[in-house]
Structures are given as C-alpha cells and as structure tokens.
C-alpha cells in the first residue's frame, strides 16, 4: 500500500453517472411501465432475470419455503441484530409538539410518518440480508404502515432465502419480485399488482441509481449511494493487524472502494502497508480489494493529530475508526464522517451488521452534508399555525406592510379583511 | 370560480422540467463556469443581467445605502418577523445524544452544523425579503458558520435594497451579485471569489432549478420548487369573504398557482364562487389570479368532513387552512398537509410573513413525503459507535456468521482478528 504525505494525495473518486446509452434505456423502461403497467414489468423480468411471471408478489408458501432453508444461526443471529437495531433506532422517534403564547396563538410541529414506502433490494450474487433490516427496521419504527420490498427474482424464479427471511423479521411481508428501473418505475407510476410509493429507499446497480434520480421529485429517494470507504485514523498505539483487516474489510466491496490511512507515526504506516499485503494474499475477494487498494488505497503521514482530522474532514468517510490512545478527546475534532468507530473493538463489520446503528451512510464526501439513515428519513413534518384574534390586530397593520413591499397585494388585502371586521366591530362597540 | 363534486376533482399539473434546450443550456453554463471560474461569471452575468461586473461580492457601503433606501416601518416589520421566525424555529434544535450499556458500549449520534451554504435569492421584478428570512435564520440557528446569498444583479449591477437588509437582520453579510444556473454552478464548484458550499436552498426560475437537480449529490439541494397552492376546508360557519381573499392571496403568485375549496355546505361554495369574481375585480395582480382561478381552482362539494379530509389528504396541499367549527377536533385527520392554518385568523399571509414558521413548504402534493424548511435542513448527523472488549468478545461470532453468509469474509476476518487475540489472551491467563 503506497505511502506518502497527506498533502500529496488527492481523493477524488467520479461517481458513475451512466452513459447516454444507459441513461436513454433507463428514461424507455419508465415511460413502458408507467403506460404499461404489470405488462411492462413481465416483458423487462423475462428480458433481464431471464424469468417469465404472472404475479409478482412473494406468497406465504414462498416464505415458509425460505425459512427452512436459513440456518438458524444465521437466523439467531439477524433477530439478534434486529433487536439492537430497532433499540438504537428507537430513540430517535420525535413527538410532536406546540408552544403557546399568551396572546392565545399556538403555533407547532406536527410528525407523521410517511404513508408507504419502498426498499429495493439487490439480487445478484450477493444478497444482502442485513440490509433488509437496516432499511426496513428505521421505516417500521417511524410507523409507516406500509413497507414493501421490490428485489429481482433469480431465473428459477425464487429469492434469496435470506432476504426473505429478514424481511419477515423486520415486520416486511409485501414483497415484489421485479429488480432494475422497472421495479423503481412501478414504485414510482403503481401497475396493477404493485401501488406506488411515497419515498424509495436501497442501493442498487447504475439503472437503478439512474431511475431514482429520474424519478426524483415525483416520491422521494434516499441518497444516490457511491462506492463505499474507510478512513483509519492513527497513532503508534494502533494494532497494524487490526487497521490493515479493517482497510481490506471495506475495500472487498468493490474495486472502487477506498481505504485510507492516515496517521502520525510512520512506524505503523509500514507495518499496516506490509500486513495489508499479508492479509490480502489469501482474502476470498482478494481480486477486488486489491484492485480497491491499489487505485484507492492510500497511507497517509501527518505531523500530528491536528492535521490527522483535517485531512479526515476534508476526505469526510463514510466510515472512520479512530484508533488512538485517546478516541473520546478528539471526537470534537471530526466534522465530517458518515459513522464513526472509536478504539480497537469497534471494528467497522460490528457496525455493518450488529450494534445497532444504521449501515446505510453517506459514501464519496457526502457526509459533508448527509447523514446516515434514521427514523427521520420516514417521517414528514407539518407546520401549525393557530394565530388568535388577539395578536391579528395587533399585528395586521405590519403583515400588510410586508406584503405590499413584495408587491403581492392579494396577501395584505386577505390580512385587510378580517382588520376591516375589527374595526366595523369596534365602532359598533363604541356605539353601544 | 367552478363547483364540482370531489370525484371530479382530478388536481395534477405537471411539473415544468425543461424543454431540451434548456438542460443543456444549463449544462453548458455549468461547465463553463467549473472549467473558467469568475470570467465565465462575468460572461454570463454581462449576458443575462447587461451588467459587467468585476467584483461580484456587495460592498459594505452598498449594505449601508440599502438600509437608507427601506422604510423603517418595513424594516422594523422585517426584525419583529425575524425575531418570531427566530423563536419558532429554535425549538426545533436538536442535541447530540448517546447511550451507553453496562457491557462498555456506547453508541450515539453527532448532530452537527453543515459549514457553508448557499442561499438562492431570485431578482427581477419582485424582491422578498422575507425568503430571505425564511432560509437565513434556521441555518443561523442550526450553527452553520458560512450563510452566503447570490441573487442576479440589476442593469444598474445593484441588488434590491429590501434583500439586503433583510440579509443583514438575518445575519448573513457574504452576497454575490450573480444569478441564474451560473450562481449554482458557481455555489457548486467555487471560483476565484465564491468559495463552494455544502447545500445550495432557496427558490428560482426553470434555470436555476435544473441546474440544482444537475448538482444534485454534489452538494445538497433543498426541493425543486412548483408553484404554490392553498387548499381550505370549510363548514357552513366559515366566513366566505375570508375564504375567497385566502384563496386570491395564493392564486397572485402564479397563473400555475392551484386555489380549491373543499367544503360541506353548498351555501358557503356559492357565496365564495360569488366572493372570488367581486375581489378579483380590483385585484392589482388580476390577470395573475384570474389564470390561475379558472385554470387550477375549483370549489368541491364533499358531503361530510371524513370525505374532506380525504381529498384534503390526496391533494397533499403546500397550505391548508381549516376554517370549521372545531378546527383542533378534525387535526388528527390530516395525513399531508405542508402548513396548517387553523381557524378564521390565520389567514396564511400571516405564516408567510409573521407567525413564524417557515413558508418554504413543500408544493404540489409532495408534502405527502416532505416537510417545511427546517433547522433539520441544515444539520448533519454521524453514528458514533464505541464497542467494548466484552461486547466483542460475547457477539463477535455472530458477526462473522452474518458477513460469512453474505459473502463477504474480509468482513468476518476483521472480527476474527480481535477473537483471535481474545483466544491467545485466555490461554495465556490459564496457564498463568
């Protein structure tokens, strides 16, 4: 792993925008769906997953099936995950709340949760079951009544045990065997089986990272997620065999991963840059970390701790380990970073898969201004205004000013109306 | 104004996206200005405002020639607005918290201010001071240290003095006189003299808002703006000329501004259909609402409130004021509603300029899955995740299962590498 001075690296990673081809195939398979419905969905299954189906939603024998053919530790341990999950995510359900004033007006904040949401999950090879819960979990708790899963079928026409299995754990039993843009354009536009959504949320491939940003606007999306990265920062009292298995950790999920070390002490640069190649020598995904390593890995020297965290702020990491002797003193120094794992044990799969905290987090600098997935991502605000009697007489006169200074008339003569009742009633009180 | 039924009532207008010219257009200003910095600034600006401008940011003294300009009953208006826009929103800030468990844990959650944003303010014709209010202060609040304003500058290369004073009520002292997709471009990538930002908000033409959704993931934009609309709910007890003028003062923003009445009593839909027409006659901005009265409004006849609050809840309405007997009574019913004015003083003039929630809401029925600007809006939030020896030593073979049975080991091997010690550590203990 190449080692050099923080001043000379340059991080930048393009995010893949697609092609023009792909961009045109993406905006063809939204408008067939959204004119075709279910029929378009059939047509784009068979084409892409190589399977021809009637209906699409997952039946309970199906379910039953997938239970069986988990094993239950796995199983043990996906109930146990969840259950940290929904813990964790518990705590950051808001109420909602008013102020009063005394004049009589009561102004306040009314939380709702959206009324149904959409998780895509990828098929492929890799299925992802942990993700199942860390997307689905933060909606249930949000109270959306309703969350669906769309996910490619394989050519048998089956899911992956194991995403139905989470998807049961995590409350999850409407689910639609429909992947790509197609499956966004039914969340999006509704078909006959499927009904549209308010909001998207799940990775997924470039056509469905393409059809989310398209469609953006019509519901809501999550982030477009990028190649996931790790910054390690550092100092001599770091394990090297701990750092190295936890920069190759991430830089196993995809060439364009990066992982980044940046530390004070060159003595762990070298020792971290020889155990990464240690380890990588008989990793299963060795081919693809390497890869990751090679054109995005990178060893960084800092004078000290100051300068360690400003780099770090400036690369803001979808996951940062702070690995020095005092992680807590310098937590205040990070402005920008996704999540962030402190001391020796909190390796980053214990966030992936098992603390508590969501594995859905800002990738390629986001975090500047993202934050990782939570229950407020499933809720909507509305504001409430109850203004009294009391305080539009005392203040109509300045609204009106406000708005005849922006030259929207219709707004002072609404507020004029009811001022123009006030004074007819005065006057008659007077009289009397 | 019509008098429909409910079921009739079919809302949609189409959002503008653009014709082709226009995105590439904006395209092309986009690269421009990334590519050339300041001298595409000053192309553009000569271009679409005829003012050639050296320095873009406003002076000190142009700040103090504003101030002379506005009356100080405006001015005095702006800081009573400001200060309950202040107070509201206050409220709404939110602390960083953690939790921690007997077994050594903690996790938590960093809530922190985004460092810099841009604040959108358009020109032309109208100015509103109060959208700068509305924007500036929850990102005040919020903590975020950088606020800059870019607004297009007039022919005479000056900006309209209400924005700038209410900039400075609000506390932001950095604005550049550039407009268009090039003062996004120029928020997005940064140039000579305008430094880059993390969130770009505030409203503009079909320009501006193509080139936030191009920037989109960049930096963070706030929604894609569509014209307003006001929706009131109304029993027999509603006062009609109240419920025309509220409606007017929505319908002279926009001739795609949408207007509906949605009520119970026949009585009331006839007197308000009368109302519109006789307040209409002489309203400054006639040929503004008359467009959008007959092309977007519409009175419907629903034959109790359950079934209101029903089309209520499909339109999904940026305003909605409830003007029956017991407003407070039917609230729960609201599922989607961007701001919720409550009984016959809060006319929604006064949330838009006074009462002091935001009245940047979300328009044309995407309140179903967003809510009003926030101080949300400008915070970021990081996971913190501290896990114990203990912890790891009692959970770490369940994370190796769960990264084992995705597939990806490089994950389990970084647990693997703790336990490993963990072994070696105990075996060490017992022959000791």
Same mark, same amino acid.
């Given at each position: ?56 939603r997952v039946?309970e024998?199906?379910f039953?099936?997938a239970s ?7 199983k043990?341990?996906l109930e146990e995950a969840a259950e940290n999950i929904w813990t964790?995510h518990e705590?950051?359900v808001?109420? /909602? ?16 949760p959206l009324q149904r949401v959409g998780l895509?999950v ?7 079951p942990s993700s199942v819960l860390m997307n689905a979990i933060p909606a249930k708790i949000a109270g959306v009544p309703e969350v669906v899963i769309?996910t ?10 194991a995403i139905l299995v989470a998807a049961q754990i995590a409350g999850v039993t409407e689910i ?21 959504v308010?909001?998207?949320v799940g ?33 001599? $009292? ?24 940046? $530390? ?21 995904? !060795? ?82 201004? /993202?934050?990782?997935?939570?229950v407020?991502?499933f809720?909507? !605000? ?51």
């Amino acid at each position: 792993m190449r080692i050099m001075s923080a001043s000379q690296y340059d991080g930048k990673r393009s995010v893949d925008a697609g092609t023009r081809e792909q961009q045109e195939a993406v905006k063809a398979i939204l408008t067939s769906v959204r004119q075709q419905g279910d029929e378009a969905l059939r047509y784009y299954t068979e084409r892409f997953d190589r399977v021809l189906l009637q209906n699409f939603r997952v039946s309970e024998g199906e379910f039953a099936e997938a239970s069986e053919l988990v094993s239950s530790q796995v199983k043990a341990a996906l109930e146990e995950a969840a259950e940290n999950i929904w813990t964790f995510h518990e705590r950051q359900v808001r109420q /909602s709340w008013f102020t009063t004033k005394e004049s009589g007006t009561l102004l306040g904040q009314l939380i709702r949760p959206l009324q149904r949401v959409g998780l895509y999950v990828p098929g492929g090879t890799a299925a992802y079951p942990s993700s199942v819960l860390m997307n689905a979990i933060p909606a249930k708790i949000a109270g959306v009544p309703e969350v669906v899963i769309t996910t490619p079928p394989g050519a048998d026409g089956k899911i992956n045990p194991a995403i139905l299995v989470a998807a049961q754990i995590a409350g999850v039993t409407e689910i639609y065997k429909v992947g790509g843009a197609q499956a966004i354009a039914a969340l999006t536009y509704g078909t006959e089986q499927i009904k549209s959504v308010d909001k998207i949320v799940g990775p997924g491939n470039i056509f469905v990272a393409l059809a989310k940003r398209e469609v953006f606007g019509l519901v809501s999306i999550d982030m477009v997620a990028g190649p996931s990265e790790i910054a390690v920062i550092a100092d001599e $009292t770091a394990n090297p065999r701990y750092v190295a298995a936890d920069l190759l950790s991430q830089a196993e999920h995809d060439p364009m991963s990066a992982a980044i070390l940046v $530390t004070t002490s060159q003595t762990l640069a070298e020792q971290v840059s020889q155990e990464v190649e240690r380890q990588l020598a008989d990793l299963p995904r !060795k081919s693809i970390a390497e890869a990751a390593i090679r054109d995005y890995g990178a060893i960084l020297l800092v004078a000290d701790l100051e300068e360690g965290f400003a780099v770090i702020n400036r690369i803001a990491p979808e996951h940062l380990e702070v690995m020095i002797a005092e992680p807590f003193e310098h937590l205040g120094k990070v402005e920008n970073a996704g999540a962030i794992f402190l001391g020796p044990y909190s390796s980053e799969p214990v966030g992936d898969y098992f603390a508590g905290t969501n594995h859905v987090i800002p990738t390629n600098g986001t975090a500047r201004f /993202s934050s990782p997935l939570s229950v407020d991502d499933f809720i909507k !605000k509305s504001s409430v205004v109850s203004y009294s009697k009391r305080d539009l007489r005392e203040n109509g006169h300045k609204i009106v000013a406000l708005a005849e200074q922006e030259g929207l008339s219709g707004h002072g003569r609404a507020i004029l109306a009811r001022l123009q009742d006030f004074e007819t009633e005065e006057q008659e009180g007077e009289k009397r």
